[in-house]
């Protein structure tokens, strides 16, 4: 538990050195587990309504990195069925689970049309391929 405070804090300094104005995401297998989180009113928010499974204790952890840093988690503010939303299988897919996440500053949760993982496309790994599709408006330099 020691290191996952240490990589929290050590990602909360990154972040406070990063402008709000560039588009930063952090993409990764947190090993965590934020769970169903659609009646949850003071969550929706901050992780969107499409949260799955059981919440565990790094899933809370997430959480709370993600409400003290205003972070939105993209993969849980998209309807999908949950084929789509797991991130994990256990060999013998006998476990799914949701752990990896696409996190980005709520200010640019906007840009997000879609996150969704892709179980039909093979990656050699126990982990699902997930896409996020952005749609970025570029202003003309009139320089």
Known sequence: MKKIKV????L???LEKLSNRKITTIVGDFNAKIGVTKEDRNLRET???YGLGERNVRGERLLHFCIDNNIFITNAGFLHHPRRLYTWMSPGDRYRNQTGYIL???CWRTIFKDVKTYP??????DHQLLLAELRIKLR???K
């Open 7 to 10: 990589f929290y804090s050590e």
């Open 47 to 49: 992780v969107g309504l």
């Open 104 to 106: 980005v500053k709520s």
């Open 12 to 14: 909360e300094q990154i």
């Open 120 to 125: 039909e496309k093979d990656c050699n790994s």
């Open 140 to 142: 003309k330099n009139n």
